[in-house]
Each structure stands twice: as structure tokens, then as C-alpha cells.
């Protein structure tokens, strides 16, 4: 069964929202974990809009599942990583201006630089890098070339073909802009495969699109975040994880 990889910056997010110090997502983590996660999951932004560099900290020395850092190829947040040594590295694109991540990474253009990157990861210890990738064969054949050891696909074209299937009435609803995303995914899955890299998939996957995905035979990790954390503001967050981790499975 694929494991299921909880995203805790949201929680991080309400908390900057008052500059305060809770909702602490280092104790998020920890009842996520309680919750069933396989993994937690962070992304450190150049610009500390959610996740602090103390709070990776924390995580390093409290969370007992894998642990998996999102980061981009700048130089400060790579120095960072090489001296936290999470069990797993996620390579991500990065907007400032962005609300959230907008696609996958280009590793065919920073070809070189993700190289040299994941080489230096490795080197320092980091079992696991991987590449967020859009579902193209080109970026997932330039990921194991530059040496991942996973991919993650990004889910967000499905997610938004998803909401706008279900934005229309019920008699006006084509499946085909829903399915030409799914045939995606699944092809991307099977490219990331036989390339011999582990494959992951997230980005705006929720309790009421994830089915179609988890069915798919392959994929190991799903990352989810805003939608385990939107729902835990009412079920609390370990009744939330254990909810999604039943629907994965």
C-alpha cells in the first residue's frame, strides 16, 4: 500500500498569519504521526512565509516517520538541507509570488544544477532525493539522469479539471478533461517506473478526488496537506489523517 505523506506548512501558515506561535506545526506533526503518517512533509521557502528554519529543526530531532523536505535549487535553502540530512529531499520549483506551487519543476532546463544538487544531497547522506515533475516523459527521463532516486507527479492539473467537472451542472458534465488528466498521470506513472525511479504523486488531492489515483497500481507515497488540514479544523488532525489514509488504501 502506498504510504501516505502529511504536509503540515498550512498549519505553519495560520500561525504566521499572526506571527504568533501556534497552531506549532512541529506538534502538528506529531499528531499526524499519531494519525497514521507514513511521512511528514515540509517546504523551508526562501521567503519563511510559513515554515520557519526553526522549525525544521524541531522536525528533524522529534518526527519518527520519514521526514521529507520540499525545497527549491537555491543555494541558502541547499546549504540548509545538506546540514538538517532529512530522510527524503523533494526538489520544487519556486514563485515568490506564487499562493501555492504552480507545476512541476523544469529539471530539463536546470539539468546541471539538479545534478550537482542531488549529487551533493547524497553525498551529505540524504537517502531519498526527488523531483517534482509535471507528468511529461522528458522530465521524468531527465530526473533519473540526473540522478533521483523518485519523482512525484504533480496532481494539480487533475485537481482543477476535478473542481471544474463538479462546478457544472450535473447534466453538463464531461468527463473527458478529467480523464485525459488521469491517462497523464497513469502514463507519467509508468514512464517514472521503468526508469527504475520510486514514484510519488500530490498537489491538490483531497478526500473527494484522491480515489481515482490511489487506484492506480505503483505509486508509494501520496504527499496531501491543505486538504487533511482543512478538514481537521473540524475532526481534529489524527481523526483527519487516518480518514485519508483509509481512502488511500
Known sequence: MAGLGVNIDHVATVRQARRTVEPDPVWAASEAELGGADC????????????LDRDAALLKQTVKVKLNMEMSLDEEIVSIALSLRPAQVTLVPENRQEITTEGGLDVEAHFD???TVTERLHQAGVGVVSAFVDP????????????CDAMEIHTGAYANAW?????RPMKNR????VARELDAIEAGLLAGLQ??????AGHGLTYTNVAPIAAM?????FNIGHAIVS??????LRAAVAEMKALIA
Open 40 to 51: 511528514i512533509t515540509f517546504h523551508l521557502r526562501k521567503d519563511r512565509r510559513h515554515i
Open 163 to 167: 473542481l471544474s467537472h463538479l462546478a
Open 231 to 236: 478538514r481537521a479544523i473540524f475532526t481534529g
Open 174 to 177: 464531461p468527463h473527458d478533461e
Open 217 to 221: 497500481e505503483g505509486f508509494s507515497e
Open 113 to 115: 544544477r539538479v545534478r
Open 195 to 200: 526508469a527504475g525511479l520510486e514514484v510519488h
Open 136 to 147: 511529461a516523459p522528458r522530465q521524468i527521463e531527465a530526473a533519473a539522469r540526473a540522478g
